[in-house]
């Protein structure tokens, strides 16, 4: 695509990296066959190739956002499936990302979506905020129908309350910070705790602690360490994300430096991305650069790591059907598609890959809250392509697709649908398959199962 920034423009380190990505398109349209916007909504500005003409134009002219651009940016769920289909090896990801930056700063959004956006960003990167924010939300769960009425934020606080757990499970009030390995420690990893996934799902974390343990391996959480800033990353606010990640970056190099680490593993896929990333982001941090890019290096989300380790045969026959869901930021952000099937077969699972795997589910960090009503037709039609390959149970490696997809389950059970199936993390099944604990929120279909023989 022939660009035409001026050579002032150019020195601005975010547009040259940006002109080089869009020099790199060449229009051929392969990215709309996979974009789950364009297969709903049929606009081409919906698609890959269309908000790549729109980011351009912005940034060339050096215009503020124009209503239209916003709303066709904010529709991407940045799932990049757009990027594993592009024959030219477009960087969509930092090119959106760049554009939703450029948004925050030259666009004034309505006092409403302002509002939202600020709540989402002062809580969800916060445990205890968090948490605290999940409490209310139970106990305004039985008015969803009137704030969904409401205008103009209406739908978005009825998205909230639907995705609020009944109840939000009790971790650790006091956590070690070092789990030693059984046995003779064949390596020492930090595990990153982050912000949703230990209020949602603490036994994700533990189930990976056991594991590694397990495997000679010693877990670390560094004193300090929280939100790897993901979320707010994918909402433009570009200080906010460098701050959450400038922050981990320190708490991982001293680390490093400390005791050493041959690897920071990661089991929210959607923070693998990011962290991931972090040598891109501080690319031009004079102080930030070598940290980051070293801790970039070491970051591995659990099941590339569990993939190189001597995993012993699983201690129970486990006959149970998996599907299993590979997250976008797993597959198409991180490109690992065969490692966590892999380890679920050779744990004893049959595993079956879902129709239209390369499409989202819809969860996409906080898109299932700004964009309700596109979130739940990605879910419906998620669960419908599970469902088909009745499973007893859904496997995935991200918690915001396992809040997504077990919550379209629940909706159709209540509906009249079959008994939802229990969707967990891959590394719950591994730990239970190789000698941990049942996961608690094993069906009863699958116990049902177990009383017919030993699993």
């Known amino acids: ?23 790199t398109c060449v229009h051929c349209g392969f990215c709309t066959a996979t974009c789950p916007t364009y297969l709903l909504l049929g606009d081409e500005l919906d698609s890959p190739r269309g908000r790549i003409y729109l980011i351009k134009d912005m940034l060339e002219g050096q215009k503020p956002a124009t209503p239209e651009v916003v709303t066709h940016i904010d529709r991407c769920l940045s799932c990049l499936s757009c990027m594993t289909t592009c024959p030219s090896g477009v960087h969509y990801m930092h090119l959106v990302d760049h554009a939703r930056a450029y948004i925050e700063k030259t666009y004034r959004r309505s006092m409403s979506d302002r509002l939202l956006r600020a709540l989402l960003a002062a809580t969800l990167p916060y445990r205890a905020r968090f948490r605290s924010a999940i409490m209310f939300a139970r106990l305004a769960k039985p008015l969803k129908g009137a704030m969904g009425s409401l205008p103009l934020l209406g739908a978005r606080l009825a998205a909230m309350l639907e995705l609020a757990p009944a109840s939000v499970p009790r971790g650790p009030a006091r956590r070690p910070r070092v789990f030693p390995a059984e046995g003779a420690r064949k390596g020492r990893v930090a595990l990153l705790d982050g912000c949703v996934q230990p209020v949602l799902k603490p036994s994700i974390n533990e189930a990976a602690i056991r594991l590694l343990n397990r495997l ?27 701050a959450f990640a400038a922050h981990n970056i320190e708490v991982w190099h001293a680390e490093i430096e400390k005791s050493g680490l041959d690897a920071i593993l990661i089991t929210a896929s959607g923070c693998g991305t990011t962290i991931k990333d972090y040598g891109f982001m501080f690319r031009n941090d004079a102080r930030l650069a070598a940290k980051a890019a070293k801790v970039s290096a070491l970051a591995k989300d659990i099941s590339e790591y569990l993939t190189n380790l001597d995993l012993p045969a699983p201690s129970r026959p486990m006959g149970l059907t998996v599907a299993y869901h590979s997250a976008c930021s797993m597959q198409h952000g991180q490109r690992i598609i065969e490692d966590p099937k892999n380890l679920l077969r050779k744990a004893g699972f049959s595993v079956k890959d879902v129709a239209e795997g390369h499409i989202c589910c819809g969860s996409a960090g906080v898109y299932n809250i700004l964009q309700p009503e596109l979130a739940e037709k990605l879910r419906d039609r998620k669960i419908g392509h599970i469902a088909r390959t009745k499973p007893d149970i859904v496997a995935t490696g991200n918690i915001g697709c396992i809040t997504q997809i077990a919550k379209g389950f629940l909706n159709r059970e209540r509906a009249g649908g079959s008994a939802a199936p229990p969707v967990l993390h891959t590394v719950e099944l591994l730990d239970w398959a190789l000698g941990g604990p049942k996961p608690k929120n094993i069906a009863k279909a699958v116990l049902t199962r177990e009383m017919a023989g030993p699993l």
């Open 1 to 23: 695509m022939q660009t035409s920034f001026t050579p002032a423009q150019l020195a601005d380190p975010a547009n040259a990296s940006s002109e080089k990505i869009l020099r």
């Open 216 to 242: 000679g391996i010693e877990v670390v959480f560094p004193q300090g360490e929280g939100c790897c800033g993901a979320l707010v990353h994918h909402m433009g606010r570009e200080a906010s994300s460098h």
